[in-house]
């Protein structure tokens, strides 16, 4: 069981306040095939609000992951969603002529998110002048989390060998990689290798502070390296210096793009939770809310005498 851990780590983090929730909100996107849209999530109360930006995997859309963006929101965070031309809301699937730039329009559209937080403290009632945009983190999962780690640093590298264009933005200052694809190569499936680009990642970049999360039975269908893959980040980037590894998890880490979807083969609300508090730790301490919490939580996971997974810190 994971309650005792839970319990110490609520005791770290502070219980959860109401939250306002706020979806779709319209932005603007020039050129863009369809309109982008963002749910926001914040806090009812409090004030010098941090900004997490969190990017969705392939076919998904700002109505998921509530398991992880709610609890944010719910501690002090102001979570901000858009939805990717790649969600099946779009229908713009793998033989579409869209397609093969939507990686770029992806990591476009966390910086639009970030140009155009005036409009978004508007739109939701009682934000305005509540949130702080010096604490900025870019957190998402499995393809979201290929777009997230571009702004924290990390490049693609061309079929020469060559590293591509920096398109990181230093108003992110922290980052969460959830089952974030590794490095390519041969081992990546010759359909990933036709099809996508961007799992051909330089980490070496990557010099924002950054967690990785990974499950160690997440068997990607896309290469033949096995779950290891995912901690690629961890393991070749400056910048990620903490790797959490869930044990027994699969791609969505036991629900956090939500319970009762397809996408989640290993359902485990345990697993979530402890995955929702070691975030949040993580976020408050990068975001300078409660410096102290990471080390505090993971001093607590250590301790437990639950085998749910392992930290790593370098």
Do not use: C, K
């Not at 969600?87 to 966390?110: A, C, M, Q």
């Not at 027994?248 to 629900?255: M, W």
């Not at 979807?261 to 990068?286: F, G, I, K």
């Amino acid at each position: 069981m994971a309650s005792a851990f839970v319990h110490a780590a609520d005791d770290i983090i502070g219980a959860g306040v109401p939250v306002v929730s706020v979806a779709p909100i319209p932005l603007l996107a020039p050129d863009r095939p369809v309109p982008l849209e963002v749910r926001v999530s914040a806090p009812a109360v409090g004030a010098d609000l941090p900004v997490v930006v969190f990017s969705h995997g392939n076919g998904w859309n700002l109505d998921g992951y509530a398991p992880l963006t709610a609890f944010w929101a719910s501690r002090g965070f102001v979570v901000i969603q858009p939805t990717h031309l790649d969600s099946r809301r779009n229908g713009f699937g793998f033989d579409h002529p869209v397609f093969p730039t939507i990686w770029t329009e992806r990591i476009s559209d966390l910086t639009r998110i970030l140009d155009q937080l005036d409009a978004i403290e508007r739109a939701v009632p009682g934000l305005e002048g509540r949130v702080d945009r010096s604490r900025v983190a870019a957190t998402g999962h499995s393809w979201g989390g290929q777009t997230a780690q571009s702004l924290l640093g990390a490049r693609i590298v061309d079929e020469a060998g060559q590293v591509g264009e920096d398109v990181s933005d230093s108003r992110v200052t922290a980052g969460i990689l959830f089952a974030a694809t590794g490095i390519g190569g041969d081992d990546l499936h010759p359909f990933a290798q036709a099809n996508f680009p961007f799992m051909r990642p330089s980490f070496r970049e990557l010099t924002v502070p950054t967690l990785v999360v990974a499950g160690d039975r997440d068997q990607s269908r896309m290469s033949s390296r096995g779950p290891d893959w995912f901690t690629d980040a961890y393991t070749h980037s400056p910048g990620a210096t903490d790797l959490l590894t869930l044990f027994g998890a699969e791609h969505s880490l036991g629900g956090i793009v939500g319970y009762e979807v397809a996408e989640t083969t290993d359902e485990n609300p345990e697993r979530v939770a402890v995955v929702q508090r070691m975030s949040t730790a993580y976020l408050r301490s990068a975001l300078r809310v409660s410096e102290s919490d990471w080390g505090a939580v993971r001093a607590a996971f250590a301790d437990s005498v639950e085998s749910i997974g392992r930290v790593d810190s370098r």
